[in-house]
């Protein structure tokens, strides 16, 4: 079992930058490939990055390649989402999802845990 708690989401104006923690409970969470996904008011939920175990492998949905990094942290069970040049339609919950002994993958359906969720609005 995993528990996975998203922190970082805040009211940041366009062009700002956010980083969006993931903090991960139990000891094996380097075996758990890791995405960060978003949903907003009247859409479906959107893939956004993902990172393998072992940082060596990842993925950017087309809308974020550039501006988004993501990154993590083994040792501090964290994964992070670092957001730059923001835009409003970037606005959107951001969840943090972990997929045991995976690869990278794009499709919400393979992760098996989810967090709550951290709001990002970009205002104009």
């Known amino acids: 079992q995993v528990q996975l708690v998203e922190s970082g989401g805040e009211l940041v104006q366009a062009g700002d930058s956010l980083r969006l923690s993931c903090l991960a409970s139990?000891?094996?969470?380097?075996?758990?490939?890791m995405g960060w996904f978003r949903q907003a008011p009247g859409k479906e939920r959107e893939f956004v990055a993902a990172i393998s175990w072992s940082g060596g492998s990842t993925a950017f949905a087309d809308s974020v390649k550039g501006r988004f990094t993501i990154s993590r942290d083994n040792a501090k069970n964290t994964v992070y989402l670092q957001m730059s040049s923001l835009k409003p339609e970037d606005t959107a919950v951001y969840y943090c999802a972990a997929r045991f002994k995976g690869a990278v993958v794009v499709v919400s359906s393979e992760y098996d845990y989810w967090g709550q969720g951290t709001q990002v609005t970009v205002s104009s």
């Open positions: 139990g000891r094996t969470f380097s075996t758990y490939a």
